[in-house]
Nanobody, 127 residues
Framework: QVYLVESGGGAVQAGGSLRLSCRAP???????????IGWYRQAPEDQRERELV?????????SYADSVKGRFTVSRDNSRKTVYLQMNSLKPEDTAIYYC????????????????WGQGTQVTVSS
């Protein structure tokens, strides 16, 4: 299991920007660097499974949900054991709790192995 901590959420108006961070402070650097890290979100009162927003592989390959392409950018700093999600041109429909995850594939599918989730950070976008 990888201990993940998200930060950077908040409340912004539509069109604004936020940068989320996902750190792995208790994880050995080599272990963190070997993992795909994904950002997922779940809207309030949404009972469906968390949806993939973006993910980045150990070598920097990225995937994005269609709804965020061109607006969000995922990146990682392996030396800091941190993955970032830069969110620009935010829309009210981006309002959700954002979670980072390790243990899934780049497309968000399950590997069948263990997964780790952070506690989540709230993003609220007002119109």
């Amino acid at each position: 299991q990888v201990y993940l901590v998200e930060s950077g959420g908040g409340a912004v108006q539509a069109g604004g920007s936020l940068r989320l961070s996902c750190r792995a402070p208790r994880t050995i650097t080599s272990v963190f660097n070997a993992n795909i890290i994904g950002w997922y979100r779940q809207a309030p009162e949404d009972q469906r499974e968390r949806e993939l927003v973006a993910a980045v592989s150990k070598d920097g390959r990225a995937s994005y949900a269609d709804s965020v392409k061109g607006r969000f950018t995922v990146s990682r700093d392996n030396s800091r054991k941190t993955v970032y999600l830069q969110m620009n041109s935010l829309k009210p429909e981006d309002t959700a709790i954002y979670y980072c995850n390790t243990g899934r594939n780049l497309d968000g599918s399950s590997t069948g192995g263990p997964e780790s989730w952070g506690q989540g950070t709230q993003v609220t976008v007002s119109s």
